[in-house]
């Protein structure tokens, strides 16, 4: 009897594994990094959910419109597996005011998604904010470097040309977003794209310069980036 118990175990775990396609999970310097293919909709993503999610987030997602909902649920999907993975336990996970995660005190979390993507970054953090984003690696249909980028970000990018520039200015994009998102916490604002200068690093880090319009902090602030089947996926941890 003994030695049925491991493989109904198994049995159950490869179960979940089918409804959740899980395209990679990394444990990196920022915490466990689990990005996963948010399944279509209809059965297969509340098949998903209601295997892998508490009752009360179900509920949650149910009082959303169809495509937020579906997002929403990717994303706690994408948190709940990462919480796996990191050996750590959280009770229900709603959204506060600005739409971040809350988890309990002791973890610190953040989630993005795009189209049929959604990941998350988890850590046992007491001190620091994390944030994560993936963006997907293609050529946009309007060029938002001037948004984006700083004069001398422009300046590093100027030799650049065609889809190499394209990828530059989305990897800058995305590690901006990921440090806002880290940041937001300390400041309770909104955080404008050119209040960070970035100068990336081949070794998947990346310098932040920082120019808080409020003058907020002093903050210590770190970006990761790595990029993975299409996608660009970008990490930060600040603390004070």
Partial sequence: MRSLVPRVARAWQDDLARMLDVLFALETPHGWLVAVTIPAGGASLEEAARARLREDEV????????????????GRLALREALARAGLTAGPVGSDDRGAPVLPAGIAGSVSHKRDVAVALVAAEARAKLGVDVEVEEPG???????????????????????????????RFSAKESIYK??????????????????VRADGTAE???????GEGPFRVE??????????????????
């Avoid at 932040?208 to 409020?214: G, I």
């Avoid at 970006?223 to 004070?240: I, N, P, Y």
């Fill in 208 to 214: 932040v310069e920082p120019h808080w319009a409020h």
């Fill in 182 to 199: 880290a940041v937001d916490p300390f400041v309770r604002r909104y955080v404008g794209f050119h209040e960070v200068a970035l100068r």
């Fill in 141 to 171: 249909k309007v060029d938002v470097a001037r948004r984006v980028l700083r004069d001398e970000e422009l300046a590093e990018l100027a030799a650049l040309g065609g889809a190499e520039r394209a990828r530059a200015v989305v990897l």
């Fill in 223 to 240: 970006a990761r980036w790595m990029r993975r089947d299409g996608l660009v996926v970008t990490s930060a941890r600040v603390e004070r």
């Fill in 59 to 74: 509920r949650m997602a149910a009082a959303l419109g169809p495509v937020r909902s579906r997002a929403w649920l990717g």
